[in-house]
């Protein structure tokens, strides 16, 4: 059996998830099968955590990933003194753990142009689909 797909999600992918009736479910199943594995880092779960709509929140915590360590390559270059931004935070984590990022945030796809694949939702969507149906036990 091949190695799932590593895909790191932006926060508002989460929200598109949410949003798109059966799709959770379908990825769920993907998850289970060992063809796709979700990467999230503290920041998104941060960003999901601010979310004010609690039913909103609840649903997208139920995206099931991998919690991985952000990478240490966001820091390389800033002044002394200086946090790198959540996007940048994202993008050095994705490039380092991942093989998709998916993002509708046109300066973050950006940011990881070159060196894995960026997806936008509709594309996630389309290789989620594509994935044969699991064999019933």
């Not at 989460?14 to 379908?26: K, M, N, W």
């Not at 931004?85 to 984590?93: H, K, N, R, V, W």
């Amino acid at each position: 059996m091949p190695a799932p797909k590593r895909v790191m999600l932006d926060t508002n992918i989460y929200d598109l998830i949410v949003a798109r009736r059966g799709f959770g479910e379908r990825l769920d199943r993907a998850i289970e099968s060992g063809d796709i594995e979700i990467l999230r880092t503290r920041v998104q779960e941060e960003e999901i955590a601010r979310i004010p709509d609690a039913v909103r929140r609840a649903a997208m915590r139920k995206v099931r990933g991998r919690l991985v360590e952000t990478s240490e390559a966001a820091w390389a270059g800033l002044p002394k003194g200086r946090t790198p931004s959540a996007d940048a935070l994202i993008a050095a984590t994705a490039a380092e753990c991942a093989d998709v990022l998916v993002s509708e945030d046109k300066e973050l796809r950006a940011l990881v142009a070159g060196g894995i694949e960026v997806w936008r939702f509709a594309d996630l969507v389309a290789y989620v689909d594509s994935l044969p149906a699991p064999k019933r036990r």
